[in-house]
T-cell receptor, first 116, second 115 residues
Framework: DSGVTQTPKHLITATGQRVTLRCSPR?????VYWYQQSLDQGLQFLIQ???????AKGNILERFSAQQFPDLHSELNLSSLELGDSALYFC???????????????FGPGTRLTVL | AQKITQTQPGMFVQEKEAVTLDCTYD???????LFWYKQPSSGEMIFLIY??????QNATEGRYSLNFQKARKSANLVISASQLGDSAMYFC????????????FGTGTRLTIIP
């Protein structure tokens, strides 16, 4: 158990709908990352938050948005869903940034999204 | 830009044998980190081992070791005395310098341990 929790574990929805994925980082971790794993794209970085602020953005679609709340949990919102959005969505967290930048990212169990 | 290359899509290894999973990388950062993760069929991503670019010794964690050759830009994972439970996908990943903390992943290697 990595200490990172994600809910729900599975999500089945229809095209055009909107869903929210939730992530709670490990105790003490300030950084939260979201990744998408799909068969055709592999593991792709979506977005990173650090202590409530957006820190880096990857290949995140405009239909997707995220935020990190004061209690450090994060939510990833996916809207106007398409068939191609079906994937495994991971949240990861790491400790506060340090000079060595060696902090390991620990992953949650993932949310498997199926868009029908 | 960072890039990770894993050239072995799949490997079959006899139980109790050692196995080496290949990983090469490319980056313009002077400071970076290299990671290996294991993804069993259940789907979770499990951190295995980390190597920093300035670490002079190869990292080891139990049966896992990382063969780090900086000049060749390779970071191969070695699993000693393989077990049936080692059957999984293995991903090599890289994280860059401060301000570039995202992980860039390779395409993975599916390892199957044969009894």
């Amino acid at each position: 158990d990595s200490g990172v929790t994600q809910t729900p574990k599975h999500l089945i929805t229809a095209t055009g709908q909107r869903v929210t994925l939730r992530c709670s980082p490990r105790s003490g971790d300030l950084s939260v990352y979201w990744y998408q794993q799909s068969l055709d794209q592999g593991l792709q970085f979506l977005i990173q938050y650090y202590n409530g602020e957006e820190r880096a953005k990857g290949n995140i679609l405009e239909r997707f948005s995220a935020q990190q709340f004061p209690d450090l949990h994060s939510e990833l919102n996916l809207s106007s869903l398409e068939l191609g959005d079906s994937a495994l969505y991971f949240c990861a967290s790491s400790a506060p940034l340090r000079d060595e930048w060696t902090d390991t990212q620990y992953f949650g169990p993932g949310t498997r999204l199926t868009v029908l | 830009a960072q890039k990770i290359t894993q050239t072995q899509p799949g490997m079959f290894v006899q139980e109790k044998e050692a196995v080496t999973l290949d990983c090469t990388y490319d980056t313009s950062d002077q400071s970076y980190g290299l990671f290996w993760y294991k993804q069993p069929s259940s789907g979770e991503m499990i951190f295995l081992i980390y190597q920093g670019s300035y670490d002079e010794q190869n990292a080891t964690e139990g049966r896992y070791s990382l063969n780090f050759q900086k000049a060749r830009k390779s970071a191969n994972l070695v699993i000693s005395a393989s077990q049936l439970g080692d059957s999984a996908m293995y991903f090599c990943a890289m994280r860059g310098r401060r301000g570039n903390e995202k992980l860039t992943f390779g395409t993975g290697t599916r390892l199957t341990i044969i009894p």
